[in-house]
Structures are given as C-alpha cells and as structure tokens.
C-alpha cells in the first residue's frame, strides 16, 4: 500500500508521501543512537519535565489532532477528540510514576552471601514500534510515553494509511523538549522493517498489529536475538449469563462491539448468551445497534463512521455473506449502504456453526456474533475455544460465578460487569495467538527494560538502594 491519506468516508485520495530512501532510514537510526546516549543519562525529573510539556501539547492541539485521524481513518470525531486526551493522560501517569516502577528493588543479600544485593531497570536502547491505525495516537503513545521514560528512544513505523498522524507524533516529542532524535517517525513501507530491525543499534521491537505481521516481526526478531512485545488480534468474548442486568449488559455491548467503528482489537466480538436470557438480551442488543446513526465522522450525531478502509470494508462483507449462504440469520444491518465512502451498518449476525469463517476468524467491523449456550461450562467452552486471548467479558450477579469467570476466561484481561478497556495503571496484553508481553502500568515500562542483578560484596560504598537516573 502506498504512504497515503484517503478519507475513509469519501474515498477522497487526499495527500501522498515517498517513502524514506535507505540513506534517510541509517540517517534516522544514527540519530536515534545519539538521542539514545544522552537521553539516558537525562534525569527523571527531567524526563517527566518534557513528557508533561507533551501531555499540554497534545491537548493545545486537541482539535486539529483529531480532525486529523478523522480524516485518516474515519473514527468518529468525539471519539478522536477522547483518544487525545487519553494519550495526555498516559504522559502524565508515565511522568508521574516511571521513577517509582524503576526504582532499585533491594533483595535478601544474606540469603544470596553478599553485602548488598539488587535489581537495577536500564533502557535498552532504540525501540522500532510498528504500530496500527485504529487508534493512531493511542497505540504509539501507550509505547511511547514508558518508553521514553525509562530512557529508550522510539523509531515508529506507523500504518501506512495514517502518515499525517505519524508525522504530527515524530514531532512532538522533540517539540516537548526531549533530545532531538529521541522519537522519530519513518515514513516507510513494510518491507523496510527487516532492515531496521537487522540494524545492530536496534535493539528491540513493539508491534500492535495482525498476527501475520506480528509473526514477521518476530521471526526477524528471534533470528536477530532482540527483545519483542507483540499485541495482535483478538476475538473477545462477551458472555451474559442468567442473573445479570440485562438491559446494562445490552447497553454496554453496544458500545463494546462498535466502538472505533468497530475496529478495536478489544471490541467484543462473540457475544455468548445462556438460553434463559437469550431472547431477551438479542432483542434488547439488536435494537440498540439498529438504533445507531451511521454517518460522516465528523458529524456530532453520528454513532459509528465509515471503515478505516476499502478492504476492511469488502473483508467483513465476504465474512457476513459466507455466514449467511452457511444458514446464519442476521437481526440487524448485513447489507453495506449505496453511496461513497466504506460505511457498514451495525449487524447482529446469530444461528452460527464452525463452518462459518466468522466462527473462527476476527470480525473488524461493526458486526457482533450472537451465540446460545445451556450452561456455564458450555460458555466457557465456546469463550476460550479461540486461537484468540486478548480481552474478555463477562456479565453476572453472581458472586461465586464472578471468581469462576475471573480464573477460567483464557485471555489476557478479564472485566465481570463492565466494558473491557485499556488503562494506564493496568496492564495490557494477551495469551496465544494475540500475542506476549505487556504494555502499560509498570509491567509495560519495565519490558524494555535491562533487569539487571547487582550483587556486592566486601568493601560495599555507603547508601543503600533507590532511584537513578536510568
Ligand atoms: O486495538 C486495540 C487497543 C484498544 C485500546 O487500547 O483501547
């Protein structure tokens, strides 16, 4: 695909970028090297000086931001306006506690014969971040901010269908005050990745992305022996069982399953629902997403925009149609609009067997899949029964069932009564074919991280374990 901006809701090509040229891509990483040496040897008060001044950045230039993923990817304004915000907050909680999850950790030294003993958290160096574009801000900023925190720098390789986004966020870090250097973006195609990543002043990658790509990486990766955190797809269940609300449960999976327009890799996918409340929990869910407006993003009233893309939208058509020539029954939605731009309407899609493509694969659209099940072990069967384990979902008033659901959802993260949703102070990956490794809380900051054993013995200097500048 070519480096372009098309608006998703128009089809409009709007502005097209070259690509790097390899001297560009070496110059780029030789600053990325640089930035590197006297980045770590910055402070942390000074580190969270600049991400700070990023966080007041990015809300001064809230609005012209998120018209601009607006016009890159078709989610709805509101919704790019909330995403900025959520990147400012992550500045803030990384700049506010990046010092503490850091720290030296003080262990047993006479258990291990030694005076002192300790783990020590250093950067590794230069980070490739390959990133995606249903959340162009978002996905780089959860890498970002722990990143350049500990003393790492960024080389971002964004989606290729979101190049205004990439430059915006290969500026401000250095706008913010880091060192030049510390975050830069390559304007780049896929293929360039091998060779960033072969470069021996790379020394890791984070992908957001497909399990294809996330295969790719670290296949190039393990071959070059370097560090890699992979957050791939997900099919998240949502499972209602008989004693919870089940008007709050339709409600939030409304939003569960359509946020993003549909494209978030923890939407809700496969909605699994005991036969005591199936009817009344499909009648009550396809009401509310046949009650969506869909329309222009940027159009306050609008619920769900267009797909970010031309194939996004034909890929989640060819999985509809091939369920329904398989006997499938849709409640709502299943037919694209006439008109421009890559609009789909919310679909609730039930009757389903494992024939079915949507059984098996991830749906990345506004499409839900509504499955029946007769008891609780039967829900948890068909929850886990997935190459997928990213986000999970479950709703029940039932305390012991609560426990039950929190041990046995296979996934990365598991919310009982509520909308499964990344936070800074959690945090956040998956199992399985979604992917290893954690981004965000202290988990996030520490995976590129050196944790380094310090073992003293005699002649140990006074003081004791604490903070450092790196
Ligand atoms: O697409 C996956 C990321 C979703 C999120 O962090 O809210």
Same mark, same amino acid.
């Given at each position: 695909?070519?480096?372009?901006?098309?608006?998703?809701?128009?089809?409009?090509?709007?502005?097209?970028?070259?690509?790097?040229?390899?001297?560009?891509?070496?110059?780029?990483?030789?600053?990325?090297?640089?930035?590197?040496?006297?980045?770590?040897?910055?402070?942390?008060?000074?580190?969270?000086?600049?991400?700070?001044?990023?966080?007041?950045?990015?809300?001064?230039?809230?609005?012209?931001?998120?018209?601009?993923?607006?016009?890159?990817?078709?989610?709805?304004?509101?919704?790019?306006?909330?995403?900025?915000?959520?990147?400012?907050?992550?500045?803030?909680?990384?700049?506010?506690?990046?010092?503490?999850?850091?720290?030296?950790?003080?262990?047993?030294?006479?258990?291990?014969?030694?005076?002192?003993?300790?783990?020590?958290?250093?950067?590794?160096?230069?980070?490739?971040?390959?990133?995606?574009?249903?959340?162009?801000?978002?996905?780089?900023?959860?890498?970002?901010?722990?990143?350049?925190?500990?003393?790492?720098?960024?080389?971002?390789?964004?989606?290729?269908?979101?190049?205004?986004?990439?430059?915006?966020?290969?500026?401000?870090?250095?706008?913010?005050?880091?060192?030049?250097?510390?975050?830069?973006?390559?304007?780049?195609?896929?293929?360039?990745? @091998?060779? $960033?990543?072969?470069?021996? #002043?790379?020394? =890791?990658?984070? &992908?957001? /992305?497909?399990? *294809?790509?996330?295969?790719?990486?670290?296949?190039?990766?393990?071959?070059?022996?370097?560090?890699?955190?992979?957050?791939?797809?997900?099919?998240?269940?949502?499972?209602?069982?008989?004693?919870?609300?089940?008007?709050?449960?339709?409600?939030?999976?409304?939003?569960?399953?359509?946020?993003?327009?549909?494209?978030?890799?923890?939407?809700?996918?496969?909605?699994?629902?005991?036969?005591?409340?199936?009817?009344?929990?499909?009648?009550?869910?396809?009401?509310?997403?046949?009650?969506?407006?869909?329309?222009?993003?940027?159009?306050?009233?609008?619920?769900?925009?267009?797909?970010?893309?031309?194939?996004?939208?034909?890929?989640?058509? @060819?999985? $509809?149609?091939?369920?329904? #020539?398989?006997? =499938?029954?849709? &409640?709502? /939605?299943?037919? *694209?609009?006439?008109?421009?731009?890559?609009?789909?309407?919310?679909?609730?899609?039930?009757?389903?067997?494992?024939?079915?493509?949507?059984?098996?694969?991830?749906?990345?659209?506004?499409?839900?899949?509504?499955?029946?099940?007769?008891?609780?072990?039967?829900?948890?069967?068909?929850?886990?029964?997935?190459?997928?384990?990213?986000?999970?979902?479950?709703?029940?008033?039932?305390?012991?069932?609560?426990?039950?659901?929190?041990?046995?959802?296979?996934?990365?993260?598991?919310?009982?009564?509520?909308?499964?949703?990344?936070?800074?102070?959690?945090?956040?990956?998956?199992?399985?074919?979604?992917?290893?490794?954690?981004?965000?809380?202290?988990?996030?900051?520490?995976?590129?991280?050196?944790?380094?054993?310090?073992?003293? /013995?005699?002649?140990?200097?006074?003081?004791?374990?604490?903070?450092?500048?790196?």
């Amino acid at each position: 695909m070519s480096i372009a901006t098309i608006n998703p809701a128009t089809g409009q090509l709007l502005k097209t970028y070259d690509p790097m040229s390899p001297e560009q891509v070496d110059a780029a990483i030789g600053r990325a090297d640089e930035a590197f040496r006297t980045l770590r040897r910055t402070t942390f008060a000074e580190r969270a000086r600049w991400m700070n001044a990023a966080a007041d950045l990015l809300l001064r230039d809230c609005d012209e931001l998120a018209r601009l993923m607006t016009i890159e990817m078709g989610k709805t304004f509101a919704s790019a306006r909330a995403e900025v915000a959520k990147c400012a907050a992550a500045c803030r909680f990384y700049a506010t506690h990046a010092e503490g999850f850091l720290a030296d950790e003080p262990a047993d030294a006479k258990a291990v014969g030694a005076t002192r003993a300790f783990t020590r958290y250093q950067p590794l160096g230069a980070v490739l971040a390959v990133m995606p574009w249903n959340f162009p801000l978002w996905q780089v900023m959860r890498f970002a901010a722990p990143a350049l925190m500990a003393g790492n720098v960024g080389l971002l390789k964004h989606a290729s269908n979101v190049p205004q986004s990439a430059l915006y966020l290969g500026e401000l870090f250095a706008r913010a005050g880091f060192p030049a250097g510390a975050f830069q973006s390559l304007l780049v195609g896929a293929e360039v990745v @091998e060779r $960033v990543l072969a470069d021996p #002043r790379v020394r =890791a990658a984070t &992908l957001t /992305g497909s399990e *294809r790509a996330g295969r790719a990486v670290a296949r190039i990766a393990g071959q070059e022996i370097k560090k890699t955190v992979l957050e791939l797809g997900g099919s998240d269940p949502f499972v209602v069982m008989p004693s919870a609300d089940i008007e709050r449960a339709a409600e939030v999976a409304t939003t569960a399953r359509c946020q993003n327009n549909g494209q978030s890799c923890i939407a809700a996918k496969r909605f699994i629902v005991h036969t005591d409340v199936f009817d009344v929990f499909a009648e009550a869910f396809a009401s509310r997403m046949d009650a969506l407006t869909v329309g222009d993003p940027m159009d306050p009233a609008t619920d769900i925009g267009p797909l970010a893309t031309e194939q996004g939208r034909i890929d989640i058509e @060819e999985q $509809v149609d091939d369920a329904v #020539r398989k006997g =499938a029954r849709v &409640l709502c /939605g299943g037919q *694209r609009p006439d008109g421009d731009g890559w609009y789909y309407p919310p679909t609730v899609i039930t009757d389903l067997n494992p024939t079915m493509r949507i059984w098996s694969e991830e749906v990345f659209g506004p499409v839900a899949g509504l499955f029946r099940v007769d008891s609780y072990e039967q829900a948890i069967e068909l929850a886990n029964g997935t190459n997928f384990g990213l986000g999970s979902n479950a709703w029940t008033r039932d305390p012991a069932e609560q426990e039950r659901f929190a041990t046995d959802l296979d996934a990365g993260s598991v919310f009982i009564n509520g909308m499964t949703t990344s936070y800074p102070e959690l945090p956040f990956g998956g199992v399985k074919n979604s992917g290893y490794g954690r981004e965000l809380s202290a988990y996030g900051i520490r995976e590129f991280c050196n944790t380094k054993t310090v073992w003293m /013995g005699e002649g140990l200097a006074t003081g004791g374990a604490g903070a450092h500048s790196e």
